[in-house]
C-alpha cells in the first residue's frame, strides 16, 4: 500500500511556517510543490442567483463581466453550480432536471445560463456541479439518495450530458451530496456511468463536508483512483494529515461564506493565500458567487459581491471581488506554487506570502496578505488569536528568478475605523538589485507582485441608484419562454416553473412528492414562494390559481407578513390562507398548526379562482373570487413579512395573474368585493 501513494513531505507548516526570518525567498531551484486549480465561486446552494437573472440586461452583463471576465475584476476560474434537485438548499431551491422518473428537461432555472454567460467571458472556465438533494423518486420514499446507486448515477450523469448536448457545457468537476453522508459505491457507480457515457474528463471531487473520505481512500485503490481532489468545507485553512498523505489535490471546495464588508474581503484574503500555506489546498471557492437573494433569507450578503435589485438595476461590486482579482489576474489553473521555504509561508511579523509560476517557469506571481485577526474572521470556524505588526520585509529572488530586475504591483489596503479603502490599485514597480528588494508592509494589505504585465481594474459606471420593491407589482407570465423560473418569486419549497395550455402562460409548482431533503430537519410537505420584503407590514395579496385534476396539490395559499425563508421556511410564520376545494383555513404559520378561523368553500379541481389577503390598519380580510371571505383581527405575530403563494401538499398547482398592492390600492379592490356572509359561513377559532 505504501507504495501507492507519494511519500509526500507533510509540510504542513511545522516545520517552515514558523521559522523566522526577514527576509522570504523565491526559489525555484528545489522545484515546484502543487498544482494550482484555481480561485471559484459558487452559484446555488442554494438559489443564491436568484435576483441576477432578470437585471436589466447592461447592468447584468456588467455584474457578469466583474465576476467572470479575464482581466477585469474576480476573473474566477471555477464556476461551480447546484444540480438542482427540487428541495431547499439555504437560501431556496433550484429545480431538478427530472422532477419524476418519466420526466427530464434542461432548460429550467439559471445556473444552465449562469454557465454559458460564465463560459462566453471565460471559455477556460472550469465548470463544477454538485447536489444538495434530489427529487422524490431518486429516494424512492427514503430519505437517501443511495437505495439504488445506479439510478442515481445515471440521472446525475443524465445533467452532465444535457449540459453539453442542450448548452455545448463541458462540466469538468461533479461531486457527491453536498455536506451530507457519501457512499463508495455511489461514488464507482458514478465513475463507471461517467466513463461509459463518454465523460472520461469529468472529474470526481469528493465528499464536499470534512476530510474523511481521506481514509476511506486510503484503505481502497480502487476509489483512491477515482477521487480526484478532496474537497474540504470551511477548513479553516488547515487539512486533515490523512488527507495530505493521500497525495490527492486538496480543495476548499466550499469557503468564505461571510458579509461581503472589508472583514470578509479580509476573510476572503487570508484564506485564499493560507489555505495553501497552511494546508495546500490549490483550489478555494467562494460560498457563495454573488448574493442575489432577498434581505433576511439566511445569510444575505455572503458572496464576492451583491445584486438584489433586478427592479432598479442596482449592485454592489464588493470589497472580495477586488481580493479575488489579487490571485486571479495573475495566476492561473495549472500555474504551480513553489516550495514551502522557497516562496510560500509566513511572514515573520504575521500575514503570508504565496508564489506561483506558470508551467514553463517564465512568469512568477507572489501574493503577500498582512490580514489582522479581527479584521479577516470568516463566519466559521473559530480563528485563534494572532498577531500581525508593520513589518519591512527583504524579498530575495533565486535560482531562474534571480535575474528579475523589476516586478509590476498591485495593492490592496482594506480602510477600518474611517480610513478609505484602496482597493486594487496598480503601484510604481518594484526594482530588484542583485535580486533583492525591500518591502515595507502595513496591516490589512493585500499585495501582488508579478511579472505579469495584464491586470485591470475593471470599471463601469455608477449603476441606477437603489430602489425598494417597486409597488403596484403585477405578473401575468405572459412574456416568459417555457420552463423558466418566475422572476422575484423566490421558491423555498416546491419548484415552479413556466407552462402554457390553452394559450395562457402561468406557474406551475412541479413537485408531485417529498423530495429527498437536504435541510437536516426535512421539511413539511408544503411548498412556499416568497417575493418582496421582509419589512412589509401592510399589503394586500391576490392570486389566481387552479388546482389540476391529475397529481393536484390539496389546496393552494396567498400569504403575507411570512417571516422566515431557508431551511427554516417550514416553521415560517405569518398569514396564510389556504384554499381547499370544500374549505378555507387562515392559519398563522405555515405547517398549519396554528388555524386563525376557517370557512366554507366549494370549488372543484381544474378550475381557476383568485384568492386576495388584505393586511391593513390591524386588520385581515380575505377573498375568493369576487367575495370577501372574512374580515379578522391581525394576529399579534409576525408583524412583517414577505408575500408568498404556495400549496398545500406536494402536488401540482398553477398561478397566474399575482398582483402586490400597498394597503390602500388594496383596499380599494377589496371594496369591490361583495361582502358574501349567504355563501361562506366562517368559524372563529381562539
Ligand atoms: C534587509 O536588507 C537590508 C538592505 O539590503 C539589510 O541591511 C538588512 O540587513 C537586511 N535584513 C535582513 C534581516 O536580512
Ligand atoms: C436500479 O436502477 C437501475 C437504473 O435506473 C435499474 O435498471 C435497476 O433495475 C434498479 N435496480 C433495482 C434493484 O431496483
Ligand atoms: C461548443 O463549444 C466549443 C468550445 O468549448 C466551441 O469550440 C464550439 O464552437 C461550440 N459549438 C457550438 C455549436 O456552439
Ligand atoms: C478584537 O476583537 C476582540 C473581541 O471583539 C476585542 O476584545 C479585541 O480588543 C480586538 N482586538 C483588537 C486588536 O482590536
Ligand atoms: C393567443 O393569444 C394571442 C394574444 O392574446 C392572440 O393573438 C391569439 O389569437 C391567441 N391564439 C389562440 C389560438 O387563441
Ligand atoms: C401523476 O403521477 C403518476 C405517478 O404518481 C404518474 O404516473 C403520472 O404520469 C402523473 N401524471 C401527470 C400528469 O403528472
Ligand atoms: C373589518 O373589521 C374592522 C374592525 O371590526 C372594521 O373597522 C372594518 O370596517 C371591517 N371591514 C369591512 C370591509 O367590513
Known sequence: ?????????????????????????????PGMERQFDGIGGLSGGGATSKLLVNYPQEQRDQILDYLFKPNFGASLHILKVEIGGDVQSTDGTEASHMHNSWDENYQRGYEWWLMKEAKKRNPNIKLYGLPWGFPGWIGQGTHSPYVNVSMTADYIVRWINGAKVYHNLTIDYVGIWNERPYDIGYIKALRATLDA?????????????????????????????????????????????????????LWASEDYSTFNDDVGGGCWARILNQNYVNGLMTATISWNLIASYYDNLPYYGNGLMTAVEPWSGNYVVETPIWVSAHTTQFAFVGWNYLKHGYGVGKLPKGGSYVGLVNPTGTELTIVIETMSHNHSVCIRPPLPAYNVEPQVVNISLAGKFSSITKMNVWYTKLGFDGAKDILFEKRDQ??????????????????????????????????????????????????????????????????????????????????????????????????????????????????????????????????????????????????????????????????????????????????????????????????????ILFNMTVPVVPISGFAAIGTDSFGLADFDNLQLTGPSEGHKIMSKHLLSKSLYFEKEHH
Open 430 to 627: 518594484i526594482q530588484f538589485v542583485n535580486g533583492k528588494a525591500q518591502l515595507s508592509l502595513g496591516l490589512d494589505e493585500v499585495i501582488t507582485l508579478t511579472t505579469m504585465t495584464t491586470g485591470q481594474k475593471g470599471a463601469y459606471p455608477e449603476p441606477p441608484p437603489s430602489q425598494p420593491f417597486p409597488l403596484p407589482y403585477t405578473e401575468d407570465f405572459e412574456s416568459y419562454s417555457l420552463y423558466e423560473e418566475p422572476f422575484n418569486l423566490a421558491q423555498q419549497s416546491g419548484a415552479y416553473e413556466i407552462l402554457s395550455t390553452n394559450n395562457n402562460t402561468f406557474a406551475r409548482q412541479m413537485t408531485i412528492m417529498e423530495p429527498v431533503f437536504w435541510c437536516k430537519f426535512g421539511g413539511v410537505s408544503k411548498t412556499v414562494n416568497v417575493i418582496g420584503s421582509t419589512d412589509w407590514t401592510d399589503i394586500y395579496v391576490a392570486v389566481d390559481f387552479q388546482l389540476p385534476v391529475i397529481n393536484g396539490s390539496l389546496g393552494a395559499f396567498v400569504a403575507a407578513r411570512v417571516d422566515q425563508g431557508g431551511c427554516e421556511a417550514f416553521s415560517a410564520q405569518g398569514i396564510f390562507l389556504f384554499a381547499f376545494p370544500d374549505r378555507y383555513i387562515v392559519a398563522n404559520d405555515l405547517a398549519r398548526t396554528k388555524t386563525l378561523k376557517e370557512g366554507y368553500l366549494a370549488f372543484e379541481a381544474g378550475e381557476w379562482h383568485r384568492l386576495g389577503l388584505l393586511v391593513q390598519d390591524g386588520n385581515v380580510q380575505g377573498s375568493f373570487d369576487n367575495k
Open 197 to 249: 457515457r463518454g465523460f472520461q474528463n469529468t472529474l470526481v471531487i469528493a465528499a464536499d463536508e470534512e476530510w474523511e473520505i481521506a481514509t476511506d481512500i486510503q484503505a481502497d485503490p480502487e476509489l483512491a483512483k477515482i477521487v480526484h481532489a478532496i474537497g474540504c468545507h470551511y477548513p479553516g485553512t488547515l487539512s486533515d494529515p490523512d488527507a495530505v498523505y493521500t497525495g490527492k489535490q
Open 1 to 29: 500500500m505504501a507504495m501507492h501513494f507519494p511519500t509526500l513531505v507533510a509540510v504542513v507548516c511545522a516545520a517552515v511556517c514558523g521559522a523566522y526570518s526577514q527576509s522570504i525567498v523565491f526559489d525555484d531551484t
